[in-house]
């Protein structure tokens, strides 16, 4: 998947959970508590590049146009990000772009490493990875936990 490819649906979950407060605008203050609520961390000045270089009209925020510019520097590296879009790819069974808790389970299950209740894990694994608490993980929030979270 290059850049250009990235599917408008994908953009507009993942501009939803940049905009927290819905204006229509993503801010530094923004980007950066997305990247708390993963669990990881970023500098203001990492912010304030990563807006600098995606903001074409210097108005001290992202609108939706400017996004896919933004999107595409928090992905990062495309040798990296198809590595993390087949494993999404793996657990996301019926291709919808979401990964439900069912399908979660029915990975695991199929893998030794969980002996433990593999619902529970299953389960854990879905609050872990999903941002903005819909009961399912989508890409956009697979990829900044994935990149982000401090181990």
């Known amino acids: 998947v290059i850049m250009a490819e990235v599917k408008e649906t994908e953009l507009e979950v993942a501009f939803k959970l940049f905009d927290q407060d819905k204006d229509g605008l993503v801010t530094t203050e923004e980007l950066k ?21 995606a903001n074409k009209d210097s108005n001290g925020g992202i609108d939706y146009s400017e996004f896919r510019k933004l999107w595409a520097i928090v992905r990062g590296e495309e040798e990296d990000e198809l590595e993390i879009r087949q494993d999404f790819r793996r657990v996301d069974l019926d291709g919808n772009g979401f990964i439900t808790k069912e399908e979660m389970l029915a990975v695991i299950s199929d893998c030794d490493y969980f002996v433990s209740d593999k619902l529970v894990e299953a389960q854990k694994c879905i609050a872990e990875l999903d941002v903005d608490q819909d009961g399912q993980v989508s890409y956009p929030e697979f990829i900044l936990v994935w990149k982000y979270r401090k181990q």
């Open 33 to 53: 508590m997305l990247i708390e609520k993963v669990g990881g961390c970023m500098s203001e000045g990492e912010a304030r590049g990563m807006m600098r270089q």
